[in-house]
């Protein structure tokens, strides 16, 4: 455990837990196990609409900061309305997730406004891309995390029910050619987009993916092309869902997932016929239940909450 050094406060996020606030609720918890002392600016709803509209119109920024605590402070998609009030009062140590090419500007100037020292970033290409902004920025990467304790990976992969399993974006060419190629497999995936749900709640993905051998991962940068000249691949937290479930990850594998981890966990996905490749897999699972027990052990070393809490305080506690 590392030892919290000086003031430090976290801002809670107080709204109900859902799969779009995971993030920021599992990092907060483990930062408050750690002793970081939790701060609630925007208990309720009303403090909440408050605190957008606020955002859009401007008003957070730096006010009056007297000499006092460091609050971290999730950020998302270039919104102030988490930073609303805390920022105007505190100097703030935002952990910045979402954060994409076509906003980068946008984020140089939050930053820049909000008078930001020191920032993590869940996507270490948008550091890189921030840090050439602002050289008098300390940003650092900190990748994104999970709760290993809310999946269920116990069942063999040889005893699973659904044979492949596509969830949120899809990489349209792989989608198709598996739904034409899995003719006789139990084949899951959300109808329309990332939005429409095909699970009740986070439990009954994760009873589902603990019942998956196949869960097909590639990150935004490959299923969303994005037209800014500046790119961001990143590992998700599907990536770490599928491998707290006990799944085989298969598709492409982001660079920081394979630094991160120290192997690739990703089983490569053939682009010339991926059903032929899944159908390949699904013939024989067992033989990949030792890679799968391997992920499974590595991310409670390198993925959980508990990890980045470490690193975040111990990072806030060498930048002085």
Known sequence: MTGVRGELLVAMNDEP???LNLLQKGLQRALVARGVV??????????R????????LGLARPLWRRTGPRVVVTVTWASEATLFPVSCFHEVVPF????WPEQFDRWARLLERHRVRLAFFSARDAMAALQRRIPSLDARWLPE????SKFHPGKPLAARAIHVMEMGRKHAPVHEALRAGLSGFRHVFSAKDSS???????????RAMGDTVVSICHPRSVTHHAAASERVETMTQRYLETIGCGALAVGQSPAELRDLFGFDPVIALSER????????LLRDPAAYQSHADRCLARL????????RADTLIRSCNDAG
């Open 196 to 206: 429409t749900p095909i699970f009740a709640g986070l439990d009954d993905l994760y």
């Open 273 to 280: 016929d991926p059903a032929g490749h899944v159908r390949e």
């Open 49 to 56: 609409r408050v605190a957008r509209l606020a955002g859009k």
């Open 300 to 307: 409670a070393e390198v993925g959980t909450f508990e990890a």
């Open 96 to 99: 910045i997730f979402d954060c």
């Open 38 to 47: 939790p701060v609630h600016f925007q208990r309720s709803a009303a403090a």
């Open 145 to 148: 995390a999970c709760d290993p």
């Open 17 to 19: 837990e859902t799969g």
